[in-house]
């Protein structure tokens, strides 16, 4: 995954544990409604700090949690030390064939290092019947930038490439870099690894959200299900 996140993970700690900072409080509860009742063992690829496995054992699930960035993993445990995190990469998991029931990358596939084997190895850790539920950044949205209230986009949708962008906020300061790729991209590898979509979601921000405004508009992130037949 990206080396960045190990290099920013005192900046990501202070961003992410911030309550309501981050988008993600907005969008969470949106995603959780995609994902199958708690069924089996569960993995989260790219876990970061640990809030989605916090949220996800709340809700029932029994989470193992992954992460290349060691800073996070040790934050990840400290924060909750009955949790099971472990360091590794995403494109190859540690872990038998047919391992869990649910499989859950919430903003994660824009950074690792390879989207297509890791989306390949996600379905081999699957049980047959299991699920994949992903969170990325919306294509659309990271092609082009706002101005005013019109939406531009500057660069190629079609394309896979690069991203970098640093954000201000309420006093913080957060560098997010990663991969942005067209829905096609995500589509093709999936069908590659052999799972099938069940579900696919455009959610626009929630109202009361201190991002909803343009983002009732155009959707800022895009999830999706699949399941491994």
């Keep these: 995954m990206s080396q960045g996140w190990e290099a920013r993970a005192e900046q990501w700690l202070s961003w992410a544990r911030t309550p309501g900072h981050d988008a993600y409080w907005d969008y969470r509860d949106?995603?959780?409604?995609?994902?199958?009742?708690?069924?089996?063992?569960?993995?989260?690829?790219?876990?970061?700090e640990g809030r989605v496995c916090r949220d996800l054992a709340a809700r029932g699930y029994r989470v193992t949690a992954l992460d290349a960035s060691p800073a996070l993993v040790a934050a990840a445990t400290e924060r909750d030390p009955a949790g099971e995190y472990?360091?590794?990469r995403a494109e190859a998991l540690p872990f038998e064939d047919s391992t869990f029931a649910l499989v859950v990358a919430y903003?994660?596939?824009?950074?690792?290092?390879?989207?297509?084997?890791?989306?390949?190895?996600?379905?081999?850790?699957?049980?047959?019947?299991?699920?994949?539920?992903?969170?990325?950044?919306?294509?659309l949205a990271d092609a082009g930038a706002?101005?005013?209230?019109?939406?531009?986009?500057?660069?190629?949708?079609?394309?896979?490439?690069?991203?970098s962008a640093t954000v201000e906020r309420a006093?913080?300061?957060?560098?997010?870099?990663?991969?942005?790729?067209?829905?096609?991209?995500?589509?093709?590898?999936?069908?590659?690894?052999?799972?099938?979509?069940?579900a696919i979601r455009e959610p626009?921000?929630?109202?009361?959200?201190?991002?909803?405004?343009?983002?009732t508009r155009l959707p800022?992130?895009?999830?999706?299900?699949?399941v491994k037949p």
């Design 30 to 48: 949106a995603f959780f409604e995609l994902l199958p009742a708690p069924a089996g063992p569960v993995l989260e690829i790219g876990c970061g």
């Design 86 to 88: 472990l360091v590794g």
């Design 107 to 139: 903003n994660s596939l824009m950074d690792v290092d390879d989207m297509p084997r890791t989306v390949s190895e996600a379905t081999r850790v699957l049980h047959s019947g299991g699920r994949l539920c992903a969170c990325v950044t919306h294509p």
């Design 146 to 163: 706002w101005d005013d209230a019109r939406f531009v986009i500057t660069d190629s949708y079609l394309e896979p490439a690069k991203f």
């Design 171 to 198: 006093g913080l300061t957060m560098t997010f870099d990663g991969k942005r790729f067209p829905l096609e991209s995500y589509a093709r590898a999936l069908e590659a690894a052999g799972l099938l979509i069940e």
């Design 204 to 215: 626009a921000a929630p109202a009361g959200a201190r991002r909803s405004g343009r983002w």
């Design 220 to 226: 800022m992130f895009l999830f999706f299900r699949a």
